[in-house]
């Protein structure tokens, strides 16, 4: 959920992009065949748009494949920490969910043993583990922040997953939600954060539970967790249904 | 009198372009336009310089439409950039044609371009066209290391590592397009001089000139 202020919600929206793309044929400006090419955005369903998302599917084939389980994403040191770490999600800064610790819940579902729901102090109560990495957003910018929490890999073993399984999914309670690769899920370090820098992640940040995956883009790191399932169907995302690469590893 | 006798003979077609340089040469048209072109448009969602890229100018329609673009046509570019680099060893075309390039050639013919006095010769690049087709060859091969770099700067550690890290990737990423793009903008202005140039690209063939 990397989309900072720059890059408007409207951006997005199905609707004003085939408007847009009328206005820009009405208006001819045009670099010969390949402006026919620049409606094939993903949205409409032609044929350009059919190999588009093809290639976006072989493309998360060749990044699974690239995935090395073992290999580290780079750490720095907390003088290289970006401040202020940018905010972005596909929502102003005004419209960050205002969360109540106490009364918070992680919902567990899917293919896992044990699908008790999770407290903050239960989860404070697990191994915990800091980091200080890149965050890579999709537009191309990135910064780097420090976030601590209970590995991923420690989590899922513990409620019992299955680990053969192929996906993890999330839903948020900012209404966002995507989803992981198991092999990502497992890699060492993928947490479920608590904590930015020393202090509980703030509403900005993803309070009160963000999952943070180094070796993805930004826009799989979701913030606001709210409930956690295992699966074999793929459960997609909120960019990724829209076109954004799915795996969008690193 | 040798001039005279050379007129009386007629024209022949001689070949300048082997055909899988032709299609070589189009198919990396088409895929440098597409990568171009979208990642004008990725570039414009978190601009690295003051300013931006003309909406009208980019490819995709928005960032996800623009990234799918540029990932797809990124394995046609580089499919595309290895046939072509595997032929241009193996059948000597780089050595005859891009061999030798020494910096008295590139100044000589360079003076004489600049007096308008640098004849072009159908088939045999000069040393100022040998220099800027070698450059352009290395740009885009650092815009395709430095492309993967930014695409995978954990699986790629070492190449992100080599090209000074994520941040500064991205600067190296921009200036192989700059130069690409500089570099099209000239090749294309020659044409339009020199529009001869242009059907032996695509058949081939030229007629023999004096």
């Known amino acids: 959920m990397s989309l900072s202020k720059r890059l408007k919600r409207s951006d997005a929206t199905p609707d004003l992009v085939r408007l847009e793309r009328r206005l820009f044929l009405r208006n001819s400006l045009s670099l ?13 369903g032609d044929a350009v748009d059919k190999v588009l998302w093809a290639m976006s599917r072989w493309n998360d084939r060749v990044q699974a494949w690239l995935f090395d389980p073992d290999r580290l994403a780079p750490t720095y040191a907390e003088s290289d920490i970006t401040k202020p770490f940018p905010f972005n999600a596909f929502y102003a800064i005004d419209d960050v969910p205002d969360i109540d610790g106490g009364d918070w819940q992680l919902e567990v579902s899917g293919l896992v043993q044990d699908k008790s729901p999770w407290t903050l102090e239960r989860l404070r109560t697990l191994p915990q583990q800091s980091q200080i990495t890149r965050h890579i957003c999709i537009e191309g910018w990135s910064a780097i922040g420090q976030w601590s929490g209970v590995p991923f890999r420690t989590f899922l073993e513990r409620i019992g997953a299955d680990l053969r399984a192929r996906y993890v999914g999330f839903k948020c309670a900012d209404r966002y939600y995507s989803s992981l690769d198991m092999a990502t899920a497992l890699h060492p370090q993928t947490i479920l954060a608590l904590d930015y820098g020393k202090d509980p992640l703030p509403p900005e940040y993803g309070f009160p539970l963000k999952l943070r995956v180094p070796t993805k883009l930004g826009f799989k790191n979701p913030k606001h967790i709210a ?24 | 009198m040798a001039i005279a006798s050379i007129d009386r003979v007629p024209k022949r077609r001689i070949r300048i372009h082997p055909l899988p340089v032709r299609i070589a040469h189009w198919v990396n048209a088409f895929a440098m336009t597409c990568m171009i072109l979208s990642g004008w448009q990725i570039y414009d969602a978190s601009p690295l310089f003051p300013f931006a890229f003309p909406r009208w100018a ?153």
């Not at chain 1, 169907?233 to 690469?245: F, I, V």
């Not at chain 2, 072509?84 to 013919?109: E, K, M």
């Not at chain 2, 040393?127 to 815009?143: C, D, F, I, N, S």
């Open chain 2, 58 to 210: 980019t490819l995709g329609g928005w960032l996800g439409g623009a990234i799918a673009w540029h990932l797809a046509a990124m394995w046609l570019l580089v499919g595309n950039g290895l046939l072509y680099g595997v032929y241009g060893l193996a059948s000597g075309h780089f050595r005859r044609h891009f061999l030798p390039l020494t910096l008295a050639s590139v100044s000589a013919d360079l003076k004489a371009a600049l007096t308008f006095r640098l004849a072009h010769r159908l088939g045999h690049y000069n040393a100022v066209q040998r220099l800027l087709y070698a450059l352009v060859l290395l740009a885009g091969v650092l815009a395709v290391t430095s492309g993967l770099a930014l695409w995978k700067p954990v699986q790629l550690r070492w190449l992100s590592w080599l090209l000074g890290g994520f941040e500064v990737t991205r600067r190296v990423h921009f200036v192989a397009m700059a130069g690409i793009t500089g570099f099209v903008a000239v090749h294309l202005a020659l044409v339009l001089l020199v529009p001869k140039t242009l059907p032996p690209m695509i058949t081939g063939r030229a007629k023999e000139e004096p």
């Open chain 1, 227 to 250: 409930a956690l399932f295992v699966t074999n169907d793929n459960p997609g995302g909120y960019w990724e249904d829209q076109g954004y690469n799915w795996y969008s590893g690193s």
């Open chain 1, 32 to 44: 010969g065949a390949l402006a026919m090419l620049t409606g094939c955005d993903l949205t409409d």
